[in-house]
């Protein structure tokens, strides 16, 4: 497994428009990604438990990616986190 933490900086958090970008984006790796915050999980592939979060800016999140391309995987979640949250 691995995994990075990320402080999001976009105003609004972690909001419909991208969440649902990295649910589909998600969907296409091999690997499972979950997001944790504010003392709870969410699988990165279902967009209303990642909303059910509720992450606003300057929130640490950690995200999990666990699976057999997850070196590969990991790089991909964390650019993407990076460029949209």
């Not at 649902?20 to 699988?43: C, D, F, H, P, W």
């Not at 999140?61 to 993407?80: I, L, N, Q, R, S």
Request: glycine share 6%; proline share 2%.
């Amino acid at each position: 497994m691995k995994s990075f933490n990320y402080v999001i900086t976009d105003e609004v958090g972690i909001h419909a428009r991208p969440a649902g970008q990295l649910a589909k984006m998600v969907k296409e790796l091999t690997s499972k990604v979950t997001i944790e915050a504010n003392g709870k999980s969410a699988e990165a592939t279902k967009l209303m438990m990642v909303m059910a979060l509720g992450v606003k800016k300057d929130a640490e999140v950690t995200v999990k990616v666990e699976g057999p391309d997850e070196d590969a995987d990991v790089v991909k979640v964390e650019d993407f986190f990076k460029a949209n949250f």
